[in-house]
């Protein structure tokens, strides 16, 4: 699969689709769907061809498991990026977000990832009969 989005040329669509529905999976609490989806695209950035988009996709994936039980694997699979490939946004997401969690115990970080569920559930509202939030 991997090869026939490198041939026709859309594996950064590839990679970036497969983050995206491995964003929802962990917004709606299925764990294990959303790590399977960034294990896919991770693979997937292997290869790529950018050095660049090597280093930043194992912390677009990282960022999005540490709200859920495997944030464990979100912080083993940043422990290998290349700090030299990296533009200053993705340093500063690597510093806040993951070298902090190196001293967090794995209480406080269950209970970060609880909380940012929460306020996702608080910021979605409650939902309408026909499952929008933004219609009255």
């Known amino acids: 699969m991997v090869d026939a989005f490198g041939l026709a040329g859309f594996l950064s669509e590839a990679i970036d689709a497969l983050i995206v529905m491995m964003e929802c999976y962990a917004f709606t609490g ?3 769907s959303a790590l399977r989806e960034g294990r896919f695209a991770l693979r ?3 290869h790529h061809h950018i050095p660049r988009v090597r280093a930043h996709v194992p912390i677009e994936i990282g960022i ?3 709200p859920t039980k ?3 694997c979100a912080t083993r699979i940043t422990y290998a990026t290349p700090l030299d490939s990296l533009d200053a946004y993705h340093r500063e997401l690597l510093s806040v977000y993951f070298e902090p969690s190196k001293r967090y115990d794995s209480s ?3 209970r970060l990832g609880r909380s940012l569920r929460e306020a996702g559930k608080l910021a979605a509202g409650p ?3 026909f499952g929008n939030s933004s219609l009255p």
């Open 108 to 110: 406080g970080i269950e």
């Open 30 to 32: 299925d764990d294990d």
């Open 64 to 66: 999005r498991l540490l």
């Open 44 to 46: 997937f950035s292997l």
């Open 127 to 129: 939902r309408s009969r």
């Open 70 to 72: 495997h944030w464990q």
